[in-house]
């Protein structure tokens, strides 16, 4: 694994890293607007998007029981997002929430949430859920 760089422009539609398409995408946050690349999970009228995030753990230096820890990256819980049709990105928050916000099928979709166990930090889940929808 090799880390790679490129900034957030909104003149690149997408990128393709093997077989992961990263869109990108902009996302209102309280007053500002953070753009970013999003690993597009499932397109169509909705499309799933997920932000791969990372965190910096820093050094620890040795102690008695722990040998000293370099910097590192580790990967965290990725952030999902929806994007309906031509509107801004909005985040998942919980499945009552994202069914709220799509057009239409509301009890169609609460019934298969339910019935499927959908998870809204289950990305295989989140996935099937968002093409049932879209299949609709």
Known sequence: DSAM????DLRIT?????????????????????TGYFLRLD??????LAKMRVKLLKYSPETARYSAQPARFKRVQDVYYVKIGNQPMVRVESLKKLIESLPGRKAEMEAYGKKEKVSI?????LTKFIRYYNSL
């Open 43 to 48: 397109s169509g009228q909705v499309s799933l």
């Open 121 to 125: 930090k289950d990305p295989v889940k």
């Open 5 to 8: 760089a490129l900034p957030a």
């Open 14 to 34: 997408s990128v393709e890293i093997g077989d992961k398409v990263f869109v990108v995408g902009y996302v209102v946050l309280q007053d500002k607007i953070e």
